[in-house]
């Protein structure tokens, strides 16, 4: 019976990677995309078009400017003669600087030193980032211009753990790597599945020597394996190109990534025995997706959400991964984080492999 | 025989309303879809950063050092709590138990409120950039509040600002992103949906019986797409709704432009669908590849939530090859800023341009295939 379990399993391998086109986008596709998400995002607002706008021979105003465009986070804006609210309106910059009537020393020895600063908040992560850029660029001006008199008697010395240059990489990697193998693994195993129903192969498979648990491992256990490999081909891509360090061990990730893709392609499985074609096995697959990636913290911290969602969140397998890469790759490996964690997410994969088994029992009867 | 026939193209689109009525599980997915993203977007994703657990290690015990706790607290954005003792702060980070830790030195209390200077350290868990660069950005409301309350005086600014944001004045997150929310649903639906039922058509061989029919393949083309059409932008316009209705989201400019930028990227991306079921013909492939070329760049390249000018030069040029990135800049200027067509005229011209051009590429690829 083993045998052609195994013979079952080497089967489906072939099957799924006989087409060229397959085998390029189960393997080529999630290093290349890793390479130009990891290449073209950051969390880091850049190139913001500022225009500053001062009477003539405002010398401190022209400096605490010079400050702005010094700091490599803006871009000067050249205008003619357009009114602030139009150079917003037209796109043509994100924010407007504009110095007290008077000048700015006169005003600040009269005590009220008052600039505006216009922003556009269509982009809203934009919008933050121009404030806090401003608060930082014009305490230092004041400080400079007006030495320990300006300076705040209270300092932070802040100190950044795990990733001092706060690089985007190092933050964007793990998630897009756990994205990654969470839609290949859910999407390709409930379509597959819903595929044979489809084209009428299921039949044939039903009707071989095998017992139910066997075709269900036959069917999936090739998918965990490729999603164990696409795993593993992410995180060195990760390491290779980007330098996104693995501190922590390798069997913590190896366990890690195989607790996830048990899961993911439990679900997977449970969606195609409810699917009755392929459309319906990938937008339900989707419907699981986009909330698990949302809730992961990926993108969005999971704190920040409101109280039912965080409990939602605690169901949500990505969730679990993405912490724990996290904490793997960058932070070398807390146990008491990888137990918890570990735990939870092997526990889930107990669950959905158990809720997959019993459906796909029914379906086959 | 020649020339586009309506009437057949009509035929074939009533062909395909049926079977997608007949499959109504499918039409629920796929109008469920952009209800669920809204109101996950609506109601859970919030970019103002709160609850950031910060483990403090008290070392001077005095009334400033309380006093300086209670300040973080107060903030509304960091909830405080005494370091375990032993561990120490930093442990606590290590197994993300806190967000950041702050340490205070033994005599701050004496010094500050003696009128001298003094550093607290402050130390950031650098594995969340998203939250990071938060927290660090809240720190100088601290410190202007610690001068007044711990050393007694306000701090002396010189010159200082003031900060309008237009358009969204309370930076409201939902008004940010619930607008984008078009953009991803129609590089979902409409892409993945067409490639899919089209792959199927070659699946099954059914493809080649429609084509040994008298309609013409342009004919074919548009029975088919048509109606996918309307099905996305039933999506949209339910997301629409839910952003009014629901999260009060304000439309500033004008709906026929709005309906123009839909139209312009629903058929770029309807194109783009029905090129990727010619080219690959089977739906497991075009899944894989609508994905890649198509719902991941509409979610992560167009400016949706990373800004297309914070990428680097060469992605700024690259991403003007993707639709999804033009609409999305058409539709934030609609909704918020009210623009007009004049002030929007590079991402229409693009969006034309490149709609256009996929429109031509899925029309020659078809017709080539089948001969």
């Known amino acids: ?365 | 025989m020649n020339g586009f026939n309506l009437h057949r193209a009509y035929s074939i689109a009533r062909k395909e309303v049926m079977h997608i009525l007949r499959d109504p599980f499918t039409l629920a997915l796929a109008l469920g879809l952009p209800v669920m993203l809204v109101t996950f977007f609506g109601y859970a994703i919030d970019y103002e950063v709160k609850g950031i657990t910060l483990a403090v290690s008290d070392q001077d015990g005095g009334p400033a050092a309380r006093r300086l706790k209670e300040m973080f607290s107060s903030s509304g954005y960091f909830l405080p709590v005494e370091a375990v003792p032993g561990s120490g702060p930093v442990a606590m980070l290590d197994s993300g138990r806190a967000s950041a830790a702050l340490f205070i030195e033994p005599e701050f209390s004496k010094k500050i409120m003696g009128g001298g200077a003094v550093q607290a350290q402050f130390v950031l868990d650098g594995s969340d950039n998203a939250k990071g660069a938060a927290v660090v950005g809240y720190l100088p409301g601290i410190q202007r509040a610690a001068q007044a309350r711990l050393a007694g005086q306000a701090l002396r600014e010189p010159f200082s600002f003031e900060t309008r944001f237009l358009y969204n004045p309370e930076l409201n997150s939902r008004w940010f992103t619930v607008p984008g929310l078009a953009a991803i649903i129609i590089g979902l639906l409409a892409i993945l949906l067409t490639a899919l039922t089209v792959a199927r058509e070659w699946e099954n061989g059914s493809m080649e019986l429609l084509l040994s029919t008298p309609v013409r393949p342009l004919e074919i083309m548009v029975g088919k797409l048509a109606p996918y059409g309307a099905l996305v932008l039933a999506g949209v316009f339910f997301v629409y709704l839910v952003a009014r209705l629901v999260f009060g989201v304000p439309f500033a400019g004008s709906h026929l432009l709005y309906l123009a930028a839909c139209l312009l990227f629903i058929t770029a991306a309807l194109s783009q669908g029905l090129f990727i079921s010619v080219v690959t013909r089977q739906q497991q492939v075009a899944m894989q590849l609508g994905m890649i070329t198509g719902l991941l760049p509409s979610m992560l390249l167009s400016g949706f939530i990373f800004p297309v000018e914070s990428m680097p030069k060469f992605f700024q040029y690259f991403t003007m090859i993707l639709p999804p990135r033009w609409f999305m800049a058409a539709a934030r200027g609609i909704t918020l800023k009210g623009a007009d067509l004049g002030e929007l005229a590079v991402p229409f011209l693009a969006l034309g341009l490149l709609s256009a051009g996929m429109l031509a590429l899925a029309l020659i690829k078809f017709k080539t295939d089948l001969e």
């Open chain 1, 1 to 365: 019976m083993k045998r052609t379990l195994l013979a079952f399993i080497r089967k489906e391998l072939i099957q799924t990677l006989r087409d060229v086109r397959m085998r390029v986008l189960l393997f080529g596709a999630p290093v290349i995309q890793l390479t130009i998400f990891g290449l073209a995002l950051s969390t880091e607002i850049k190139n913001i078009n500022l225009a500053v706008i001062s009477g003539p021979g405002d010398a401190m105003f022209g400096r605490v400017a010079e400050g702005f465009y010094a700091s490599g986070w803006f871009k000067r804006v050249i205008y003619g003669s357009e009114a602030p609210f139009e150079l917003i309106a037209s796109g043509r910059a994100d924010a407007v600087l504009i110095a007290p009537a008077g000048g700015l020393a006169r005003s600040a020895a009269r005590g009220d030193g008052r600039m505006q600063l216009l922003v556009d908040a269509t982009n809203l992560t934009k919008a933050r980032a121009v404030e806090a850029y401003a608060r930082n660029i014009i305490s230092a001006a004041a400080a400079r211009e007006y030495g320990a008199r300006a300076e705040p008697a209270l300092k932070f010395d802040v100190r950044v753990l795990y990733n001092p240059a706060m690089e985007s990489s190092m933050f964007l990697v793990p998630g897009v790597m756990g994205m990654l193998v969470c839609l290949i693994t859910i999407i390709l195993t409930a379509m597959s599945l819903a595929r044979e129903r489809e084209v009428g192969t299921f039949e044939t498979i039903v009707s071989a020597p095998l017992s139910d648990a066997e075709v269900l491992l036959g069917k999936t256990v090739p998918y965990v394996l490729l999603g164990v490999m696409d795993a593993a081909l992410v995180v060195a891509a990760g390491y290779l190109i980007f330098g996104v360090p693995v501190r922590g061990p390798l069997w913590q990730l190896a366990l890690a990534s195989l607790a996830l893709v048990i899961t993911t392609v439990s679900i997977g499985t449970f969606i195609s025995t409810i699917a009755r074609n392929q459309q319906q096995a990938m937008l339900g697959g989707f419907m699981f997706l986009f909330p698990a990636i949302l809730m992961s913290g990926i993108m969005y911290p999971v704190e920040n959400m409101p109280g039912a969602i965080i409990a939602a969140a605690y169901l949500d397998p990505l969730m679990y991964f993405v912490r724990l890469l996290r904490n793997i790759m960058l932070k070398g490996g807390d146990l008491h984080v990888l137990w918890t964690n570990l735990g939870a997410l092997a526990l889930m994969a107990l669950v959905a492999a158990g809720a997959a088994y019993k459906r796909f029992k029914q379906t086959l009867n």
